[in-house]
């Protein structure tokens, strides 16, 4: 038998149900993936969108204070967005801000802010734009929730084939209150939750990507020691902005490193799969060398330009940290010295640059302290081990008005009770514990099945929520698991897929999916409703919130 013939019959000996052969991979990477209708897709994705910034954006200014970290980050915002740099501010700030007063609350010198800039330099776009106030400052993480549930829709109509699926994922994401919460403060999360989306979201139409464009510049399969096409998959384009999505994630919170890691591993061995699925022998490793590279260069070097990029505020105004934050804390951690560029004369033209950029190091490992050492072992109200996040352990009350006497706000308490208002960061429990139960059947389906998609959401919820185990003696909080929402809901959504199936053909089997997709979709939407008032500030009678609350560990 020829070669060619060989490898023809090798890539065909699998059947499809109905008996026929599946076609050889090359053939089947020729054409993209058969999508349903592009206009109702698109369509049905942005009225899901449409839906989630309605319930993001309503009554988004109250309550009229700082929630829980916005008195950092909205403040920090409103001085890179005036001064260029952040800005230490005086004591009574924050009731000067409230009352509309914006002027004599910064001081001079710099603030030592502790996670990088993209999330404040967004904030500070809805601060410029509306002004600073609850509003104003809250506004462009309303933006991002709902683009993320965008992102979530195509990436899921993407994997599944299906634009019913890809609404439904949208929906559950819409549908969580830890993600609905998070589009109305103006904390950082809900950032490196949407750039990492974005950043996954091109790694998989890169795999998608790459194997059509094997198919049309190696038509034929590799026969012997071949290496395959090297030279026309050099340039990726969906990795390239998957690099530029990383590196704005990097630039919101540091968390998104471990992701970035796996991914790029993970673009890497698709390639070596499509590789072999073509014929080359020993794929693995000849890909580690032509898409491996490629690959690293595409993500990993371009997050990295990215991330400096995203300092440029900082480098500018380098002199000022040079000044007043060069001898720290941080920096003597551990017998360090002062930042050698305290005392250099000042540079210009390129060595001005450098300079910058090796005081900027100094202050990334400032940073890195302050995360690793200075914390430990302080206690937080609503600290919560990482070990019990995605059983909705521990929640983080970020406002709170007690203690309503009856007759006095609309409260219509018993006598002898109160109202309340809380505003609660809390996963819709039915989504996370279902979503367990899914990522359990993801497991199951991508070690015997062999399935990549249900292995993508594997590696999304490892690579997110293991490492912060590794420091579970300083205080975490549970909000820091919306990064792994979205492959939580990537698993139930592809579960539902499988219940339900592919076949129009109405069985009985299709009818009891169905139902039970369908069920669990219409528990989460009811749950969702049934907490809504804790998390949008809502008036409850003290009966009425203990009704929500039901775990002590909740309180």
């Known amino acids: 038998m020829p070669p060619d013939t060989a490898v023809e019959e090798r890539v065909t000996l699998s059947r499809t149900a109905e008996g026929r052969p599946v076609p050889p991979a090359r053939v089947r990477a020729r054409g993209r993936a058969r999508l349903e ?13 449409v839906l989630a910034f309605f319930l993001r954006v309503w009554h988004l200014g109250t309550p009229h204070e700082f929630e829980f970290d916005e008195t950092y980050y909205a403040k920090d915002a409103w001085s890179l967005a005036h001064f260029g740099y952040v800005r230490e501010y005086v004591g009574n700030a924050n009731e000067k801000i409230l009352d509309g007063t914006t002027t004599g609350v910064w001081k001079d010198s710099p603030s030592m802010i502790v996670h990088p800039e993209v999330g404040k330099w967004l904030i500070a776009l809805g601060e ?9 400052w809250r506004i462009a993480a309303a933006v991002v929730g709902s683009l993320m549930v965008l992102v979530m ?34 904390l950082l999360d809900i950032f490196v939750a949407f750039f990492m989306l974005c950043g996954v979201t091109c790694v998989v139409n890169d795999r998608y990507w790459y194997r059509a464009r094997m198919a049309r510049v190696a038509p034929d ?30 630039g919101s919170k540091w968390e998104a ?19 072999r699925s073509f014929g080359v022998r020993w794929p693995v490793l000849k890909s580690a060398l032509v898409d491996g590279i490629p690959a690293f260069v595409h993500l990993v070097l371009v997050a990295l330009v990215v991330y400096v990029a995203t300092w440029t505020g900082w480098l500018i105004h380098a002199q000022e940290y040079e000044t007043h934050l060069s001898a720290t804390q941080y920096t ?63 929640p983080v009350g970020v406002a709170a008005d007690v203690d309503i006497k009856p007759g006095t706000q609309g409260c219509d308490a018993p006598a002898g009770s109160d109202c309340l208002r809380q505003v609660l960061l809390l996963g819709t429990p039915v989504l996370w514990w279902g979503g367990l139960l899914a990522l359990l059947y993801a497991a199951a389906m991508w070690v015997g099945a062999r399935d990549w998609r249900f292995g993508l959401t594997i590696v999304g919820t490892l690579t997110t ?16 698991a919306v990064v792994t929402l979205p492959f939580l809901v990537l698993a139930v959504t592809l579960a539902m897929g499988k219940l339900i199936g592919t076949s129009p053909v109405p069985t009985a089997r299709r009818t009891a999916g169905v139902v039970v997709a369908g069920s669990f979709f219409v528990l989460v ?20 919130w203990l009704d929500r609350i039901w775990f002590q560990r909740w309180i």
Request: charged letters at 15%.
């Open 257 to 275: 490193a471990y992701a970035l890691a796996a991914f790029g591993l993970l673009a890497w061995l698709w390639s070596a799969g499509a590789r």
């Open 332 to 394: 003597h951690y551990n017998g360090g010295k002062d930042w050698p560029t305290r005392n250099e004369p000042d540079a210009s033209g390129f060595g001005e640059v450098t300079q910058s950029l090796r005081s900027l190091w100094h202050y990334q490992r400032d940073v890195y302290m302050f995360h690793t050492h200075f914390l430990n072992d302080s206690t937080h109200t609503y600290a919560s081990k990482p070990s019990g996040w995605l059983l909705l352990n521990r």
């Open 153 to 186: 829709c195509r990436l899921a109509r993407r994997l599944t084939g299906s634009t019913a699926l890809g609404c439904v994922a949208g929906l559950l994401l819409t549908f969580d209150g830890l993600q609905l919460v998070l589009s109305r403060l103006a």
């Open 221 to 250: 399969p590799v026969t012997g020691r071949g290496w395959g096409p090297v030279r026309g998959l050099l340039f990726r384009p969906w990795l390239l902005v998957g690099g530029v999505c990383w590196g704005l994630a990097l």
């Open 525 to 544: 939407m009811v749950n969702f409703a049934w907490f809504w008032p804790i998390w949008t500030d809502q008036l409850l009678t003290h009966s009425e």
């Open 37 to 49: 209708d592009p206009v109702v897709g698109w369509s049905a994705s942005i009225g899901v969108a």
């Open 128 to 136: 410029k734009t509306f002004g600073m106030d609850p509003f104003g």
């Open 465 to 480: 929520w293991l490492p912060w185990l590794m420091y579970d003696d300083r205080p975490i909080f549970l909000f820091y």
